[in-house]
């Protein structure tokens, strides 16, 4: 699978996340916390290998002021993740900022697929697309085999550099 093609993948996967999160009920605590850390998880395992790998591979002139948006989107994502790190699903900002979550990944998701994969297509080969994509599903699979989320709190500072 391309770079591309596993980037729309997890995308997707978490947009079905999201869904089955929307239609819990609002007593099922453990439920939604499950899907949170579920989303959490997938969230911050895939903004690593997009800052470490898929960013710096279509750095250049004409791209690095969308690649600096998507660092700021990837910001405000995890700034979201610690807040909800430090809550509880019962609390009642919990849904709230889930809520906002989910649109701040739907849009950076939109911008991404539309921009930066047309960026990509232009500036990496098909072998590279398949090189780099075996690097990012090699990279997020050994991410996901800890629990991500539990590092998103110390990437909050500040953008990623790109």
Known sequence: ????????????????????????????????????????????????????????AIKKEDTEDELREAVEEHLAVKRLIADLLDMEPSDEEFDAKMKVLQEQVEHHVEEEEKDLFKAARKILSKDQLDDLGIQLEEEYDSLMEGEPRNDVPEETDHAAPI
């Not at 999160?21 to 439920?31: F, G, I, N, P, T």
């Open 1 to 56: 699978m391309n770079a591309l093609e596993l980037i729309k993948q997890q995308h997707e996967e978490v947009s079905k996340l999201f869904k089955k999160y929307e239609k819990l009920a609002d007593h099922a605590d453990e439920e939604r916390q499950e899907l949170f850390e579920q989303i959490a998880d997938r969230l911050g395992a895939h903004a690593k290998i997009e800052e470490l790998y898929l960013y710096p």
